[in-house]
């Protein structure tokens, strides 16, 4: 019995394989199925090219439809002397029954076949890995750092924002890559057929909708993978320290901040503090030279008497003390006052200074739990015309004020806790005996101005610089930040 001949194989990076037959044939192989296999043709002599066909490479029937093709294509037309035509390729029979041996070898299947295809949970997670890093919180809440228009932002994992967001870039990702796929696709085609490729371009795909429960096991994956990996980090809202310096979040879409050092105070991209921004959020304009803290005053048409002039003290020491992080303890800045006396638009003019919100102040909490997420929500906290202040709501307040932390069962949860830390500046403003006990007069900024007659002035200096005045705040936001440097 003759040995059957050797058959030289090449393995190809595009997990093809090349097969140098008999009669200078070449026949390209590879899997288009776990069980069945794309097989092209060619003579290397003439370059004459067999239509690729797809079947079981280890099926008689379909290696003997192969040859009847390839003779179709390389054998010449019977002369008029002859029967049937010249047979160009009498080995491809055997070649391809060699063939169907060597692809039927394990470890040659496994070489050409193509890797199981990634779930879009995996190019999920993919997404997130390529576009940043991952980290948790002391408190062990993940967050993930993606890099956006050439800046930083952070993202709590399990936040609305993160979910939009995921969801749009990984659109983004797939529909480019499906743009370049088809484009390489047309490419080939035009290689193989020259001047009979079709001018019209090949359909493009569209990229697969992320259903909800896609994404909540790629964000299940992520928590996962921020808590083994244990990267710890702290995020702050609006204020943040590092190394001795305080940073403040400019809230813009350049996720900029003012650092404000030793030697003054700039404005940085990309600052070394994390910074989240919960929604309603609004943007600081970038502070500029030569305002003054002394502008305010006018805007809060403030005088010379010893009534203003005490006012004016405790209103500067509250907003500086508020560009302080890490301050062992935060005053209270309490309003007080009958009605007509501009103590709401005080209140907002003030928050409006270091922490813009759309909602710029809210009325007295109905619970601890509320209390502590808005100030997850914020950093300066404003209540607006409390008329009393409830034994429970002064308490939680002054724990606000100089570090208080708030627990309860997480939900459809036996033993786990949510856990709430809150330790930041707050104003409220109301009647004249809102505030009635001791532990919040000792830790408060009490703030009782003659403004009666002024309050119609007052609003009206305000509301018109914000409407007539572009930039505004940025005197008031520069003198903020002397003022904090100086402190």
Known sequence: MADKPKINMRIQPDKSALFDAREGITVRVSFDSPTQVKVEMWRDSDMVVVPPDVGNIGSKSFRERLARSAREVFNPPAGKDEEKAKDTVPNLDEDLGCIAAAMGVPEVADLLKPEAGSTVVDQLVECVENAGSLFVTPEGEPHAVIEIDGHLE???????????????????????????????????????????APDAVIPLKRPPVVRDQTLGDAIAQLEAKAGYEKNTEEVFVRVGHHAGAIYVDLGNEAWDAVEIHAGGWSIVANPPVRFVRPKGMLPLPYPVEGGSIHDLKEVLTLGDEEEDKRAWA??????????????????????LGGQ???????????????????????????????????????WLMAYDNLSTLTPWLSDAMCRISTGSAFTKRTQYTNRDREIFKAAQPQILNGISDVVTRGDVI??????????????????????????GRPGLHQPYSYAVCELAWVW
């Not at 797939?174 to 696709?185: I, V």
């Not at 500086?320 to 992080?325: D, E, F, M, N």
């Not at 409006?352 to 929500?377: F, M, Q, W, Y």
Request: net charge neutral.
């Open 314 to 335: 405790l209103i500067v020491t509250f907003l500086t003390s508020a560009l302080r992080p890490d301050a062992p303890e935060f005053p209270i800045l309490v309003l």
């Open 154 to 196: 952070t993202h709590d994992i399990r936040g609305t924002r993160f979910r939009r967001w995921l969801r749009g870039h990984f659109y983004a990702t797939e529909k480019a890559r499906l743009e370049a796929q088809a484009e390489a696709s047309y490419e080939r085609l035009v290689e193989q057929l020259g001047g009979m």
């Open 340 to 378: 007509g006396t501009a103590k709401s638009t005080t209140s907002r003019m003030l928050r409006s200074l270091i922490d813009p919100n759309v909602v710029e102040d809210t009325g007295e909490p109905r619970s601890k739990e509320e209390l502590h997420i808005d100030a997850d929500c914020s």
């Open 442 to 467: 000792d830790r408060g900024l009490l703030v009782n101005p003659n403004l009666a007659i002024k309050s119609a002035t007052h609003e009206w200096n305000w509301r018109g610089r914000e409407i």
